[in-house]
């Protein structure tokens, strides 16, 4: 697809519990697909266990079934 289109797709932040994270990124697979995310969790406000939790969230609960979802091998 062209950075063009991939920029103005709907979905330019992906935020939410674990779960809605997973739907929110397989959707985005469905309609543009990818091959990596780049998560930014460090945001003005949050405190270093919060950031931390996210990071945890991210590698333990949402990568885990993405590449399920996706059928990747890691």
Not at 10 to 29: A, H, R, T
Not at 39 to 48: I, P, R, S, Y
Request: hydrophobic content about 50%; glycine content about 4%; aromatic content about 4%.
């Amino acid at each position: 697809k062209d950075i063009r289109e991939l920029a103005t797709h709907p979905i330019n932040f992906v935020v939410g519990s674990p779960i809605s994270v997973v739907n929110q990124l397989l959707e985005l697979n469905d309609a543009i697909g990818y091959d990596v995310v780049n998560a930014e969790v460090n945001w003005l406000g949050l405190t270093e266990i919060q950031i931390a939790r996210s990071i945890s969230l991210l590698c333990k609960d949402v990568m885990p079934m993405v590449n399920s979802a996706l059928s990747v091998s890691v």
